[in-house]
């Protein structure tokens, strides 16, 4: 029997064949629009399981037919992330918003409810918040450390128990770092599921990516990316992906057909150059995270670390939830700086090798102050409630060396009076 390889082995080859493009060690990039048949029984044929006229043979491929539906590139990238979250189909999207919006559009309908996690990305909070109204479409949100049966009691509360039809949930949360509990969540899922309608849990998984945490295998029945961040690793391609099981990844490939917010060639291209080195990236940026937390958590100008190497057996289900799911510690740190908006700006400006910018998971560091940028859209009074303060400085860590991250830290520390 052939040894199973680990999925950073594969990332370098798995699912192209060289002899297909003469011989090119790396895929190429297919900028095409559209493909040749080779006659038009194939083109009939083709079209019949794209659009789910009928199911596919034993043995049979989806045939390339038109880029917005399918191209080489695309699929070989959908084949490789698969392997991280061990799940049976993947979508690409070309934002990490596109995939967030298509799964919500395909999954929910006028009337129904959506039950989230808070806090969430800023930008997941607008849509659900300012733009599924619009299509009647309900939503309620449950507080970290909840528990299952106090956030089944939440949606019996609000009257629309029966109108549930998806749970959307961030862990680790942005820019918090609190976690949520997978397998509980999906627990709320079943209890409100009935034999005619399944409730489903997706789960957007960004800050951990497909390296520190698989929710599929916590219960998931979705997980989400802004592959932007450290699937994409390098701050200089946008995009999305979508995985799960290959029934509800063919829903939502079909409504990105029709949507039109596909990966494009160079964007797949670029995200398969930055899967080969996605491991080796991400263990460089927790072993770095480790080393800034431990130094901000000393700090006498650093009044709080949100950081889940932080978390004790004191603090109870979290440390549990982090013990359970979470396979590092992860890269991202947010603390709060004694003082206020002064400070916090004081200390973003007197930055030098830290870069001051939004997004996260590439391979510089990062910094931003969420409160004025990331979810500066949050209701100020939830922003509060969710401790996103003024003072909260969230910080990405990248691949550089450990010592000169932290020095640009206590340089810029030194500055806030």
Partial sequence: MDRKMSPESLMMSYGYKPELSE?????????????VFKSAEEGKAFFEVAYGHRAKHAGEELGLIYSRINNPGLEILENRLT?????????????????????????????????????LYGGSDHFIKKVLPKFGIHAISFQVGMTTQDIIKLVEDSGMADKLALIHIE???????????????????????????????????????PVWQHPLLHGADLVMYSATKYIGGHSDLIAGACLGSSELITRIKTLRTFLGNMA???????????????????????????????????HPKVERVYYIGNLTEKDGLQYEIRQRQCLTNGGMISFDIKG??????????????????????????????????????????????????????????GVENYNDIIYDIEQALEKVK
């Avoid at 011989?23 to 493909?35: E, L, N, V």
């Avoid at 609190?178 to 789960?203: M, N, Q, W």
């Avoid at 060639?265 to 080393?291: F, G, Y």
Wanted: negative net charge.
């Fill in 264 to 298: 494009a060639p160079w964007t797949c291209w670029l995200m398969m150059r930055s899967l080969e080195t996605l491991k080796v990236r991400m263990d460089m940026q927790a072993i770095n995270a480790e080393k800034v937390a431990e130094y901000l958590n000393n």
């Fill in 23 to 35: 011989g090119a060690i790396k895929s190429p990039i297919f900028q095409t629009s559209t493909f």
């Fill in 340 to 397: 206020g908006e002064a400070d916090a700006f004081k200390f973003l400006d007197s930055l030098k090798l830290i870069k001051l910018a939004v997004s996260l998971g590439g391979t510089e560091s990062l910094a931003e102050h969420p409160a004025t940028m990331t979810h500066v859209d949050v209701e100020p009074a939830h922003r509060k409630q969710l401790s996103i303060t003024e003072k909260m400085i969230r910080l990405s860590i």
């Fill in 171 to 209: 862990t680790p949360a942005n820019p918090t770092n609190d976690l949520v509990d997978i397998k509980g969540c999906k627990d709320v899922a079943r209890h409100f599921s009935t034999p005619e309608k399944e409730i489903y849990l997706a789960v957007d998984n960004t800050y951990m990516g």
């Fill in 83 to 119: 392997l991280w979250d061990q799940a049976e189909e993947c979508a690409v999207f070309e934002s990490g918003m596109s995939a967030i919006t298509t799964v919500l559009l395909e999954f929910l309908k006028p009337g129904d409810l959506l039950l989230m996690s808070t806090p």
